[in-house]
């Protein structure tokens, strides 16, 4: 009696984690973050973005057009003008991470928090102060513990941002829904 095998090669390896769909698409999970400034995202989120990018997440930030994002390449993130693109973030998006000050000066990131904090497969991570009742309510505080990676990837990125900064805190803390597990 012969057993059939599978094809265990390297080669295939290297094809599965390559993978992508018919579309083109990548398989990776796909967080968008809609922040009003580089140093807002970097001082609030910055260790979690960079975690998220190394546990192989595709992180994507939106910026008001002309911020400096030198910072967060350092942090491994891409970033892309909000002005251009008509929705923060689409039905593509596993997750999605807002400051409090973008949500307050865009209407169509209020309309996509809200949205999203009504789709069970999206995450809602959010950071800042005054957020509405409403928004607040549905969120919990959550901390995340920053690898030491991130932390000193962050401090790294902090400094390009030109906040100067001692140690960098072992801890963030955002707002998220019962959903999202940091």
């Known amino acids: 009696m012969v057993t059939p095998t599978f094809n265990i090669g390297h080669q295939s390896r290297v094809r599965s984690v390559q993978a992508t769909r018919a579309d083109g698409e990548s398989l990776r999970y796909r967080l968008d973050v809609v922040a009003a ?19 192989g997440w595709e992180v994507t930030v939106l910026l008001p057009r002309g911020c400096d994002t030198r910072a967060l390449r350092i942090l491994g993130v891409r970033s892309l003008d909000f002005d251009g693109r008509p929705d923060p973030a689409d039905a593509r998006s596993h997750g999605l991470a807002v400051s409090a000050e973008a949500y307050t000066a865009d209407a169509r990131v209020r309309e996509q928090v ?21 928004v607040d309510r549905a969120m919990t505080r959550t901390q995340h513990v920053l690898s030491m990676a991130a932390r000193r990837f962050k401090g790294y990125a902090l400094a390009e941002a030109g906040i100067g900064c001692g140690p960098v805190d072992p801890i963030e803390t955002l707002l998220c829904d019962a959903a999202t597990r940091l």
Do not use: C, F, H, K
């Not at 400034?37 to 190394?54: F, P």
């Not at 904090?117 to 509405?132: C, H, I, K, Q, S």
């Open 114 to 134: 809200l949205a999203a904090m009504d789709d069970r497969l999206t995450e809602v991570a959010l950071w800042g102060d005054g957020w509405p009742l409403a």
């Open 37 to 55: 400034s580089t140093t807002d995202v970097v001082a609030s989120a910055g260790g979690w973005l960079y975690d998220r990018v190394m546990a």
